[in-house]
């Protein structure tokens, strides 16, 4: 939206209204295509350009990035299903967070929304998408915002066309200084290991939402956000004792 006005004291702003057109509305088998081209030339205008904030936002840290994945111990397992892990248990799970960190940490840096995702992507008549939304924006790891927005908490697609999406975002960005000696190998991994710290961030959120903001319709996005997770620590033979953890304990 564009600011018509503001008064930054007070903390008002006057602007422009992007309707009620939610990406989620109208994405079908039809439109995906196009609808999430948009959105990822959208994306890649972002992380090429938003590098003149990189001073100005806080930066997506090890210590960010661990306190969003605690929310999964602390309100998922904790609140939801009242678990109490064992000293081995929270072993591996903190041992699971550390590799996280570190894989997001490895990745290029960029302007990281935190939150693009089909709800936050509205239908627009031209310059599609229009994006609210972007106030928790941090700078962090590339391949996050492209998570949010083809492995959706609230909307999913299958694995193969997913993959199209990500090989399709790579070749966007290939020939730019950001993914400068990356192979598009190493690009799905971090694709999908960003994509487990934040659906256990996502899983905890929507527990948190529940039963600290009585918003009890969050609940029904914890399945799908929880099945991303375990689908790709399958694939990864790292994570076989995360892996090992959530049969047991879930």
């Known amino acids: 939206p564009w600011i018509i006005e503001s008064d930054i004291d007070k903390c008002f702003y006057l602007i422009t209204d992007l309707g009620q057109r939610a990406y ?48 999964f ?27 996280l960190s570190a894989t997001a940490l490895e990745q290029p840096s960029v302007f990281v929304h935190r939150d693009y995702h089909s709800r936050n992507l509205m239908l627009v008549d031209s310059d599609n998408p229009g994006i609210i939304d972007f106030q928790d924006a941090v700078w962090g790891p590339i391949s996050y915002d492209l998570v949010s927005l083809l492995r959706d908490c609230y909307i999913n697609w299958p694995k193969q066309r997913v993959r199209a999406w990500v090989k399709q975002y790579y070749s966007l960005l290939s020939g730019s200084s950001l993914l400068e000696d990356v192979s598009e190998t190493q690009f799905q991994r971090w694709f999908d290991l960003m994509g487990i710290q934040r659906h256990l961030k996502a899983t905890g959120i929507f527990a948190r ?8 319709g969050y609940l029904n996005d914890i399945p799908r956000t929880m099945n991303y997770v375990v689908d790709v620590v399958k694939r990864y033979p790292e994570f076989k004792p995360l892996q090992a953890l959530l049969s047991e304990i879930l």
């Open 209 to 216: 939402l529940n039963y600290r903001d009585a918003k009890p």
């Open 24 to 71: 989620l509305d109208h994405l079908t088998d039809d439109t995906a295509d196009q609808l999430y081209g948009d959105a990822m030339q959208a994306l890649s205008v972002m992380h090429q350009a938003g590098h003149q904030y990189k001073d100005v936002i806080p930066a997506y840290d090890r210590d960010l990035l661990h306190t969003e994945m605690e929310l």
């Open 73 to 99: 111990s602390d309100w998922y397992l904790g609140r939801h299903y009242q678990i109490e892990l064992n000293a081995e248990q929270s072993l591996v799970l903190e041992a699971s967070y550390d590799f």
